[in-house]
């Protein structure tokens, strides 16, 4: 069973700072790599996604890609209240050949 | 900017009685997911469709789970008989090419409660 590993949280940090997400996962065979972020009680939505090894920037979201360790992170910079969601990673193109959610992990953002 | 349309938002029902939920997938799209969310859980795949052929339902329930999209647009979910267990959020998804490598784009999801 091909897997996505997140820690859960809930992770929580002061407006402004940096929020770090990772995700860890079993299928090396992986070619697409995606955060959606799903606020309480909706659906989740594409902040990033990424394919190749390294970072990818969007605004004050960088995704982070090493295929080697099986590891693709989230960083959120300058982190406003309206972050606190549940940021899900997402991993496809593998031998099972779907989309592989991880369980997500909640971010809270104090004011 | 189009979206993925579902329907009903919500659905209450009694153990052991039928319930259906449709997907309007964004047009144009050719494949469509269907998904389950417990809460607390990311989504797991119930069944795929390219067009109107089933890709994948290896985690689709048979005995009690069906899907269909007749005419490769439109999709009807159906559970008969529910159970409580099935209490979650039902997500439809679609994306334009085959495969995972594309962006999914989510419904607004159908939560059911099974009392």
């Known amino acids: 069973q091909k897997e996505v590993e997140q820690n859960s949280g809930p992770l929580s940090v002061p407006e402004g700072a940096i929020a770090s997400l990772n995700c860890t996962y079993s299928d090396r065979g992986s070619q697409s790599f995606f955060w959606y972020r799903q606020y309480s009680g909706k659906s989740p939505e594409l902040i990033m996604s990424?394919?190749?090894?390294g970072d990818k920037e969007d605004g004050r979201f960088t995704a982070q890609l090493n295929k080697a360790s099986q590891y693709v992170s989230l960083l959120i910079r300058d982190s406003q209240p309206s972050d606190s969601a549940t940021y899900l990673c997402?991993?496809?193109?593998?031998?099972?050949?779907?989309?592989?959610f991880g369980k997500g992990t909640k971010l809270s953002v104090k004011p | 900017e189009a979206e993925v349309a579902q329907s009903p938002r919500y659905k209450i029902t009694e153990k052991s009685q039928a319930v259906a939920f449709w997907c309007d997938p964004i047009?144009?799209?050719?494949?469509l997911y269907w998904y389950r969310q417990i809460l607390g859980q990311g989504p797991e795949l119930l069944v795929q469709?390219?067009?109107?052929?089933?890709?994948?339902d290896s985690q689709l329930p048979k005995d009690r789970f069906s899907a269909e999209r007749l005419k490769g647009v439109d999709s009807t979910l159906k559970i008969q008989p529910a159970e409580l267990g099935d209490s979650a959020m039902y997500l439809c998804a679609s994306s334009l090419g085959r495969g995972t490598g594309g962006r999914l784009f989510f419904g607004e999801g159908s939560r059911l409660t099974v009392l």
């Open positions: 997402a991993v496809g193109g593998g031998s099972q050949g779907n989309l592989i």
């Open positions: 469709f390219q067009d109107e052929s089933v890709v994948d």
């Open positions: 047009s144009g799209h050719a494949t």
């Open positions: 990424i394919y190749s090894n």
